[in-house]
């Protein structure tokens, strides 16, 4: 029996993340972080050490636009690359309104609601290959 080396990159527990898909007019909201201003992605963040993802989404959201989920509802999750870090990604992402207007605060640079159409836009891919196609398939974006 042989062990895995613990740096390999085949053995790298996937970064789990908690996400928002906040739709309002047929715009999603995405957010920029500090560390990449160019790319956007939907706003969340990482569960804290005993954290469920619910709990995360409602921290991360408080902490980075001041505003609470409304009704938030489980809608997918996403197995893709993390486009800051670069390693496995495993995110959840949960339909949800917002308690008031979001206020860019904490690590990040800014905020848009987009279509997704946007050409002065980059999305982190997860949101682009998977969280639009599917917001567009149930009907929350227009194509």
């Given at each position: 029996?042989?062990?895995?080396?613990?740096?390999?990159?085949?053995?790298?527990?996937?970064?789990?993340?908690a996400?928002?898909?906040?739709?309002?007019?047929?715009?999603?909201?995405?957010?920029?972080?500090?560390?990449?201003?160019?790319?956007?992605?939907?706003?969340?963040?990482?569960?804290?050490?005993?954290?469920?993802?619910?709990?995360?989404?409602?921290?991360?959201?408080?902490?980075?636009?001041?505003?609470?989920?409304?009704?938030?509802?489980?809608l997918?999750?996403?197995?893709?690359?993390?486009?800051?870090?670069?390693?496995?990604?495993?995110?959840?992402?949960?339909?949800?309104?917002?308690?008031?207007?979001?206020?860019?605060?904490?690590?990040?640079?800014?905020?848009?609601?987009?279509?997704?159409?946007?050409?002065?836009?980059?999305?982190?891919?997860?949101?682009?290959?998977?969280?639009?196609?599917?917001?567009?398939?149930?009907?929350?974006?227009?194509?």
């Amino acid at each position: 029996m042989t062990r895995e080396d613990p740096m390999s990159h085949d053995t790298v527990a996937p970064l789990l993340v908690a996400a928002a898909a906040v739709v309002s007019e047929g715009r999603l909201l995405v957010v920029s972080k500090k560390a990449a201003p160019e790319v956007f992605y939907l706003p969340g963040g990482k569960p804290d050490q005993g954290e469920d993802a619910l709990e995360a989404l409602t921290r991360e959201l408080m902490e980075e636009l001041g505003v609470s989920p409304v009704g938030p509802r489980f809608l997918t999750e996403v197995e893709a690359v993390a486009a800051l870090e670069g390693i496995p990604m495993r995110m959840t992402v949960f339909e949800a309104g917002i308690s008031h207007e979001p206020q860019p605060a904490a690590e990040l640079a800014g905020m848009r609601w987009i279509s997704g159409h946007e050409t002065d836009v980059t999305l982190a891919p997860a949101v682009r290959d998977h969280v639009l196609p599917l917001l567009r398939k149930n009907g929350l974006i227009c194509e």
